[in-house]
């Protein structure tokens, strides 16, 4: 590693896996096992997860680990492995795997198989508001929904077969104006998939803009009404990612024979008293960080096919403020930290 760093940096912590309590403090800098494909980054920008305070807890890491928040980030290959596509001065960003800290600090650890090259047309802030929202929306459709786990690929179907399952399918989106939800409307509309997108009324028009064919209000359409006023309303697939209540009425929107997948939780958790159609699938599942799947989100990025969306920006010493807009639920888009500003 360069002379030149400093021997500490800023990091934001979780103090205890059983509290949301967090700490702004200064940290060694962290050291790569380069034999292990790990490359030091100079964070520029990143982004927390709704929820992921609550993470160690419900899920603790495989083997203990400082609680530094933040799983996706963008920034500068400080120092890499001999061979491998990310070389020092390289932009990159990327979504973390769980097993290590997170990237809420000013230097951090990615290996070679989560990191992807940064699109050139967005700015640091931009870049950290995609790699897990976007390459979660791409599991949902490309290997998990339509149950392709038998194609060879390790289940993933390229481009073209996806266009063709896809195509006419109908897809029901919950919090379709959300990090994943944005990206989830974009890439099924991009597949040839008919989109119904749920979320709160100011956002309407910006979820049918991104391609949505309906957008339901949530506080005032109830999915079951709606389901049952015509046949042509249900739904091949439900793609949840709020969960709850919001999830339990989607069930009633499901085709026979369909598909409710869920990234919030398992989805029979919440199949509500009543619905007897044991021809539904239902499924749950946790993205993993693939660098080949962010690097093809890269390339439609820069086509301008997709884009991510920002709803807020803050320096790290607001991390309270921040958590506390992410906790909200009304979130419009991501929430980043720009490890620029106030320092």
Known sequence: MSNSLPPN?????????????LTLTNTPLPTPDHAQGEHLIHIKACSPCAGELLWPKNFPPPTAR????CP???GIVISAPSGSPFQPGDEVYARTNYIRPGNAREYSIAVTDELAH????LSWVQAAAIPVSAQTAWQVLFIHALGTSGNGNGGEMDMEAAKVAWAGKRVLVTAAS???GIWL???????GAEVVGTCGSRNVEFVRSLGAKEVLDYRVVDLREWAMQLPSNKVDVV?????GKALGDAWWTVKDGGVVLSIYQPPLQVCPDGFEDDSVKDLFFVMQPARRQLEEISKLVEKGVCRGLVDSVWPLEQYEEAFKRLDGGHAKGKIV???SLNH
């Open 185 to 191: 409307v974009q890439l099924a509309t991009m597949l």
């Open 239 to 243: 793609i949840d990612c709020v969960g």
């Open 66 to 69: 400082t609680l530094i928040p």
């Open 337 to 339: 930290f720009d490890l």
């Open 178 to 180: 959300g990090g994943v």
């Open 72 to 74: 996706d980030m963008a």
């Open 118 to 121: 940064k699109p050139k047309c």
């Open 9 to 21: 940096m800023r990091s934001i912590f979780q103090q205890a896996s059983s509290s949301k309590t």
